[in-house]
């Protein structure tokens, strides 16, 4: 069964007639109310038009009223909170730029700011006592980064997104506490290296190194911090829906297109340092696209020997 018919599937189970993603989303938000599992399965069976993504994560993460004709209301019920939040962090988040003009708190910069210390419960000036307040959570910083560049200048979007974001996909708020379901997500990456290549993972430990080190480079930040949005944005469409060990094969992607980079390192540290960098040294476009390959073939597989589609 080719990945086109896997997809095909898919679509007859939401009675969509047609494998185009655009025509699937009109008819299922010309619809009232809004299925929200419909647009669940589109997000792991297609890649979401950019022009909807922004649409079908809101409602998803449920931040979008069911009924389309309610958007209007809400979308000014967010704008006047948002507003409000923005004035605050004008005021709070000022001591940063000191010596600067008041408008280099760009809109970006400030929402950046505001969602992720909002999301943290402490929106607080960084003072002498407490100097490294906004180095500490960089993971939460590069997820900021990527919804508001997938937002593309909806920033009062943005800032819901990732507030729901790190609430509903329990996103650690601290650097230095990784959520045990990030190590239990290295695991099941050392078991995919096994099958798909046991000699690296034998490389890999040969040099000391734990998959588990991958935990806070990579997964506290659902690999925001060492991949750029547009290779993620289709990836998390899944991950948002639901399918989180679409990362598994992300993690395994990356890890087979460095094999040789990995094959002459001499230590662990090495390797830290190289998975922090791994951007520069990989085709991330065709890392996004071999992971998903990977994955759909797992599920293709599933289907074909249980009938059933699995979201996990």
Not at 53 to 60: G, P
Not at 154 to 163: E, K, L, S, V, W
Not at 257 to 274: C, D, L, P, V
Request: glycine residues 4%; aromatic residues 8%.
């Amino acid at each position: 069964m080719a990945t086109k018919d896997f997809r095909l599937a898919y679509y007859s189970t939401l009675g969509v007639q047609t494998v185009d993603a655009k025509s699937a989303l009109n008819t299922i938000f010309s619809t009232s109310p809004i299925s929200s599992s419909q647009l669940r399965a589109l997000c792991v069976s297609v890649r979401i038009p950019r022009m909807f993504r922004r649409h079908v994560w809101r409602s998803v993460l449920g931040l979008a009223p069911a009924r389309q004709s309610d958007w209007a209301f809400e979308v000014e019920h967010k704008r006047d909170e948002a507003a409000a939040l923005r004035r605050a962090a004008r005021v709070l988040l000022r001591p940063l730029f000191a010596g600067e003009a008041e408008d280099a708190l760009t809109p970006d910069e400030m929402c950046r700011m505001l969602i992720v210390q909002d999301a943290k419960g402490e929106l607080r000036t960084k003072t002498k006592s407490n100097p490294t307040q906004y180095t500490r959570t960089p993971h939460l910083y590069a997820i900021a980064d990527c919804i508001l560049e997938v937002c593309d200048g909806y920033d009062d979007d943005a800032y819901f997104i990732f507030r729901a974001f790190v609430q509903q996909l329990n996103v650690s708020m601290s650097a230095d506490s990784i959520n045990k379901r990030h190590y239990e997500q290295c695991a099941a990456l050392e078991s995919l290296l096994k099958i798909h290549s046991p000699s690296l993972l034998d490389r890999l430990l040969s040099i000391n190194v734990s998959l588990d080190s991958l935990a806070p480079i990579w997964y506290s930040s659902f690999f925001s911090l060492v991949l750029p949005a547009h290779c993620l944005e289709g990836i998390w469409d899944a991950v948002i829906a639901g399918s989180w060990d679409l990362l598994d094969y992300l993690g395994l992607s990356l890890l087979l297109a460095s094999k040789r980079k990995i094959e002459g390192m001499k230590n662990a540290q090495e390797f830290a340092t190289y998975c922090l960098q791994i951007e520069d040294f990989v085709n991330v476009d065709a890392v996004a696209v071999t992971a998903i390959d990977l994955w759909e073939k797992k599920r293709i597989e599933e289907v074909r020997l249980t009938g059933k589609i699995s979201v996990t």
